[in-house]
């Protein structure tokens, strides 16, 4: 693939996730996806081989920020507590970072074939192993307690919600709102010992 192609390619992602999350995969045509990048309909098939290739292709990156970001936050954070704030702040920014993606991930799951939908999975095992690993070592400091994989599910359900509600220019920013979001889920210090 030459170097315009690489962009051109970029183009049409970007403008397949808007569309997807504006109206559904489903009701997105590859017409419409490549009118919004100014090519004819039929030029998508040299950069894809399905629309479905596409819409992995969108789901995939917004997962791997979501990994990376999990990534980031265990290897940087050194205590339990530390290491539970920066998921929260990483899997928000991730979240609002490029919401067109991530609204799409968290979307149009239905829409994938069981081939593709294993791909998306890994990623997402791979994310919440990530997690699970936080909360273990916060639930033996004491800091969280209970079924940890519903706490995480209740955990990645609120932050990921976010997107429906969220707005930067709201008073929050996104380190004030995993902080409240985080005072929801810690066990209070004073029932700790």
Do not use: C
């Amino acid at each position: 693939m030459k170097p315009d192609d690489s962009i051109r390619r970029q183009e049409l992602l970007s403008s397949a996730a808007r569309l997807f999350r504006d109206v559904g995969y489903p009701r997105a045509t590859v017409r419409d996806i490549a009118k919004a990048v100014g090519i004819q309909s039929g030029s998508i098939f040299y950069y894809f081989k399905t629309k479905e290739d596409i819409l992995v292709d969108v789901m995939e990156a917004a997962m791997q920020t979501f990994v990376g970001a999990a990534q980031h936050a265990l290897r940087e954070a050194s205590t339990p507590e530390t290491k539970l704030r920066e998921l929260f702040v990483g899997h928000l920014k991730a979240l609002h970072g490029s919401s067109d993606e991530t609204a799409v991930v968290l979307s149009e799951w239905r829409n994938l074939s069981a081939k593709s939908r294993r791909k998306i999975v890994k990623l997402r095992d791979q994310v919440d192993s990530m997690w699970d690993e936080a909360l273990r070592d916060a639930s033996a400091a004491g800091l969280v307690r209970g079924d940890l994989r519903l706490l995480r599910l209740a955990m990645l359900g609120s932050l990921n919600w976010s997107l429906q509600w969220y707005a930067p220019k709201g008073g929050l920013s996104i380190e004030e709102l995993a902080d409240r979001f985080l005072e929801f889920f810690l066990t209070p210090a004073k029932a700790r010992g």
